[in-house]
């Protein structure tokens, strides 16, 4: 609920209610009892925290934010390309570089086949 709400008061133009909320909802996350039921989740708080932070042009912060993200839980395509980017815009170009080579080599391998199509197949 912490999340959603950060959302929408940045969207009503609070950015630092938005931040305050976010960053809470991260906090809580970090500081909750982890269950199996957790692997499941869509986003980590963390990253959703370098997202807002991203948007809100301070990438200084969302890297740091996205890095602690990618440590408890690694190899996530969104934690990465936001890593990426937030790295870039901080002319971190060595880091970025990592960043963007890592989300290509977790995407080099093509899906398997069996995968890829969403159409019922005729008997």
Partial sequence: MLAAS?????????KEEALKLMR???????????HIAMENRLYPMRELLGDLLLEQQQPRSALTEYETSLILTPNRLRGLYGAAKAAKATNQSEKATSYFRRLAELTRTPMPTEWKST?????
Avoid: C, H, M, T
């Fill in 6 to 14: 950060a959302w929408i008061v940045y969207a009503k133009g609070q």
């Fill in 24 to 34: 809470a909802a991260a906090d809580l996350e970090d500081n909750s009892e982890k």
């Fill in 119 to 123: 159409r019922p197949r005729p008997f």
